[in-house]
């Protein structure tokens, strides 16, 4: 099963990332945030990966629907958004209310050059699970394909969307 940095290092025009969860497994940074402090953790090999993709022409781009008002997970991760931001990828956020009429996938996603979805599953707790579904069938990645630019049409970019 390959790797996300090896599906990053073998895209050549897109690579985009459908989030629909309002909360992830816990992590170091929310819980520092949650304690008061910056909620920042060393993101240097993910920011590097974006930073190489980009140079090589790959555009990125990620759309996270979000449940209003947002949960403390979203507050926290919003107010670390920059750090994608400024690593290259574009941001934007879709209040859930807005979705009603989207037929959209019911697991986030990577999808690469518009070519493989890679499905992850979270549990309950939004604990991620290591279990990834791969769909290459073109006819399966146009509905994929359809709703992510839906999303992303009704998005409002990072910069716009207050929390």
Do not use: C
Request: aromatic share 12%; hydrophobic share 40%; net charge negative.
């Amino acid at each position: 099963m390959p790797t996300f940095a090896e599906l990053l290092a073998n895209t050549t025009r897109s690579a985009v990332h459908l989030e629909m969860r309002d909360h992830y497994q816990p992590s170091a940074g929310f819980e520092d945030w949650k304690a008061g402090g910056s909620g920042r953790t060393d993101r240097s090999r993910w920011t590097s990966q974006v930073q190489e993709a980009i140079a090589r022409g790959v555009t990125m781009r990620r759309a996270r629907i979000v449940s209003e008002p947002v949960s403390d997970y979203i507050r926290w991760e919003h107010s670390v958004t920059d750090v994608n931001i400024e690593a290259g990828e574009q941001v934007r956020w879709l209040p859930r209310r807005r979705t009603w009429d989207l037929m959209l996938p019911g697991a986030d996603f990577w999808m690469f050059d518009q070519r493989l979805v890679r499905f992850h599953f979270d549990a309950g707790d939004g604990t991620m699970l290591d279990e990834y579904e791969f769909v290459s069938d073109p006819r399966r990645i146009a509905h994929v394909v359809a709703a992510f630019e839906m999303v992303w049409e009704r998005a409002a970019p990072h910069e716009k969307y207050q929390v």
